[in-house]
C-alpha cells in the first residue's frame, strides 16, 4: 500500500474525507456552538460532504495515467 503512495503521491487526498469524517469527529461534537441556528456538527458534517468531490477530483486531476 506504501509503495502505491511512493509512487503516486496525489492520492492521499482521498485521506482529507476520511479525516475529516472520522478523525475530526471527536473534536467536532458539540452542539452549543451554533452556525445559523443549527448545531456545528451538522455544520461540519455537511462540509465534508462538499469537500469530498474536490478532494476526489484533486486526486483524479493528478492521478490521470
Known sequence: MFGV???????????VPHVLYLGALPFV???????????????????????TPVAVWLARRGDLR
Open 5 to 15: 503512495i511512493r509512487r503516486r503521491p496525489r492520492l492521499l487526498w482521498l485521506l
Open 29 to 51: 461534537n458539540r452542539v452549543t456552538p451554533l452556525v445559523f441556528g443549527v448545531p456545528f456538527l451538522f455544520v461540519w458534517l455537511l462540509g465534508a460532504t462538499l469537500l
